[in-house]
Structure formats: structure tokens, C-alpha cells
């Protein structure tokens, strides 16, 4: 599957973005997807997941603030992203994988989240 992420940007702290992630070449809907980030220095980290069904998990530092969602008519997950902070800037990856625990197979190329304070 050929994953292109897009909606990334600059915001001001506080503000809000929606990243999409627009997958093909595969059935979508068999895929569990996720979102990742990298910031400039740090390792790669877990941002949001989604199941096949819809069940969403978080990484503690955006709970409450991001929600993952998935469109399978539209072949597409979506990050929401609110109350921005600037440690939240990042290259945001989105991923595929067709089964349910293990590594991600497919990855995006990343669009860049910047959050100036």
C-alpha cells in the first residue's frame, strides 16, 4: 500500500492542524494504521493507532488533545490535532500494517508540523 501524508504546516501554540494520510494500491480497510512523529534530535515516537474496527490509543503526551479517525470510503486517517504546544513540532509519518500487533510495514514520507511558541 502507497501511503501520502499531507496537512502539515506552521500554527501558533494553541492552534490546531488535521494531517490526512491518503492510502492506495491496497485495500485500506484490512490495514491497522498509525501515526508517528520524529522531532529534529529525538527518536521516532507513537503518536495515535487505529484498529480495523475503529479503537483508537494515544501516547500520554497528546491525549486529550489529538484524535486519530479513518474514512475507508475515502481510503484515508485522519489526525486531529488540537491545543498545540511547541514540543509537538515534528515530522508526522503515518504507517500501515496488516496485522495487528508487530511492525509497521508501509510508511508515508512525513509532512512537517511546526509550532511556534
Known amino acids: 500500500v502507497q501511503l501520502q501524508a499531507s496537512g502539515g504546516g506552521l500554527v501558533q501554540t494553541g492552534g490546531s492542524l488535521r494531517l490526512s494520510c491518503a492510502a492506495s494500491g491496497r485495500t485500506f480497510s484490512n490495514y491497522y494504521m498509525g501515526w508517528y512523529r520524529q522531532a529534529p534530535g529525538k527518536q521516532r515516537e507513537l503518536v495515535a493507532t487505529?484498529?480495523?474496527?475503529?479503537?483508537?490509543n494515544y501516547a500520554d503526551s497528546v491525549k486529550g488533545r489529538f484524535t486519530i479517525s479513518r474514512d475507508n470510503a475515502k481510503n484515508t486517517v485522519y489526525l486531529q490535532m488540537n491545543s498545540l504546544k511547541p514540543e509537538d513540532t515534528a515530522v508526522y509519518y503515518c504507517?500501515?500494517?496488516?496485522?495487528?500487533?508487530?511492525?509497521?510495514?508501509?510508511w508515508g514520507q512525513g509532512t512537517l508540523v511546526t509550532v511556534s511558541s
Open positions: 487505529i484498529t480495523l474496527g475503529g479503537s483508537t
Open positions: 504507517a500501515a500494517r496488516s496485522q495487528p500487533i508487530g511492525k509497521y510495514e508501509y
